[in-house]
C-alpha cells in the first residue's frame, strides 16, 4: 500500500511541477497549423470601413484574434496596447480580430475597460471566416506578420509584453 501512495505521490509531484512547462506559451512555425500558403485578411473594421492585411505591407503586423467574453484576451488587451504604443515608430502594427461579435458589444467592452476605439485598429470577423482560413486553435491567438507581409508564427495564448521569449522573434522581425 505504501509503495502504490508512493508512486502517486511522486506521479502527482511530476505533473504538478511540468504544469508551468506546459503553460509556458511560444512562438511556433505555421507548419504546426498545417498553413504552407499566404494567408490574407479582408474585414470590416469598427466604422464599417474594410480593411486589408496588404495594406500594412512595409510594416510588423500582429494579428491578434480575440472576444470580449474571454478572459486572458481581456487580461491581454492592456498588453497589445503597449506593444502598439512601444514599437509603433519602429513600424508595429496590432491588428485585432474580434470573434463574431457585434460593434454594440465591443464598444462596451472598451468603454467599461476604459480603452480608446483608436488605441488599436479592431476588425470584426462576423462569420468567423478568417479565424477558420488561418486555423486558429482557441483564443487568443496571435501571428506575426512581417514587413513583406508573410505571416511567419504564431503564438497561442495570451500574451507577456515583457515576455523575452515572445519579444526575441518580435524584434528581430522589427530589425
Known amino acids: 500500500m505504501l509503495n502504490i501512495r508512493s508512486v502517486l505521490l ?16 511560444e512562438w511556433a512555425p505555421l507548419s504546426q497549423l498545417g498553413l504552407n500558403k499566404p494567408l490574407s485578411l479582408e474585414l470590416n473594421n469598427l466604422e464599417g470601413n474594410t480593411i486589408h492585411l496588404q495594406q500594412y505591407k512595409g510594416r510588423v503586423v500582429l494579428v491578434n484574434f480575440w472576444a470580449t467574453w474571454c478572459e486572458p484576451c481581456k487580461e491581454e488587451f492592456g498588453e497589445l496596447i503597449y506593444l502598439q504604443e512601444k514599437y509603433q515608430l519602429q513600424g508595429l502594427v496590432v491588428l485585432a480580430v474580434n470573434l463574431a461579435e457585434s460593434r454594440p458589444r465591443i464598444k462596451t467592452f472598451l468603454q467599461t475597460n476604459l480603452v480608446s476605439e483608436n488605441a488599436l485598429p479592431i476588425v470584426l470577423d462576423n462569420s468567423s471566416l478568417t479565424y477558420r482560413a488561418w486555423k486558429v486553435r482557441g483564443i487568443p491567438t496571435t501571428y506575426l506578420v512581417d514587413r513583406q507581409g508573410i505571416v511567419r508564427a504564431y503564438w497561442m495564448g495570451p500574451i507577456d509584453a515583457e515576455d523575452p521569449s515572445f519579444l526575441k522573434l518580435l524584434l528581430q522581425t522589427l530589425k
Open 10 to 25: 511522486s506521479y502527482c509531484a511530476l505533473v504538478l511541477l511540468a504544469i508551468p512547462v506546459l503553460a509556458h506559451a
